[in-house]
């Protein structure tokens, strides 16, 4: 069987690791040095509930199952694998006096979170194409395609400021 | 023998960061990495679907000094082997950042550079002040794309 190129994230930088899908995923995160800790989980894949439905205040997500086999876990669509992840995390997008707080799965990319949070403050897509997450307190404005696992550094919270994006010379 | 910037070229692009990119279908990489013609690669940046425009761009980057600076790249006429015309670069709603990016005239390079403080050609000659969307040594070739990316799927995307 081929092996399946796969994409591992929260164990430093997100890394490519080949695998076989009959492979166990406990057996693959072993090898990567990967396992989850106590009271950390492994997930897979991408979880999109916020973008596609955005009115529930968590996600329903049950981490992976360490013993099954990364055919068995889709991963040969699925791709990602989050591990010492928390359960959850809380994320809290700020913006002119509001910060809606919503919990997710760390396999949440931001553009879940982008599209959550505009529907939440009620601002129209097309006018607010412009903007983005800015994360508190580093100032740093994460990709769309970045995963909340990578970002929260093993941490269970998030803070994001809804801010307008600039090309900052300004000039058109 | 390659050069530090081509080897930082060639890590990135079998990153993750770029690859996962690459099977999301976000874009595509023009060729393999074997076929790159130092400095200069392609890649197809997938858009939103508008009337009359391409479903994806084809970008020519100028990787030259990659890794240690900000690089250039312009979009490319495949046939014509050159920059696509000016009048036929990605529109987008006037005053936008995406109009500013895109923008071929009024510049330093228009129609052969992207008018953003992650381009080299647009930073000679300027002040690009804030630090939160400058350059620096964590914008790999993978940042480049998914940005261009979001660009040419925002709402202010008008097409071509």
Redesign the interface.
Known sequence: MNSIELFLHGAGRPVVIEAQPSDVLHDVLAKHDALPRQGEFVYIGEVRHAQDNPDPEHDEQVPADLALTLKDLGLPDKRHIHTRGPRVIAVTVEFNGQSPHRVFGPHTMVEAVLVWAKHRLHIDPVAGAELVLEMVPSGEVPRMDAYLSDLALGSAELTFKLVKEVNPQGAV | MSTNAQRLLEADL????F???L??G?WALGGTTAEIAWPYLFTYVVAAPRPNSPEQWLVRWDATNYGSGPITGGFWDAQANTFLAKEQWPKA?????V???F?TE?WAAPGQGF???WDRT?LAG?????????WKLEVTIA?YN??FH?WLT???YLGQ
């Open positions: 079998a990153g993750a960061a690859r996962a990119g099977l999301h976000d709603r006037p005053g936008s950042v109009a500013s990016v923008k009024g008018y953003h403080p647009a300027h002040t690009w002040t804030d630090p939160v969307w400058a940042e998914a940005q979001r925002s709402e202010d």
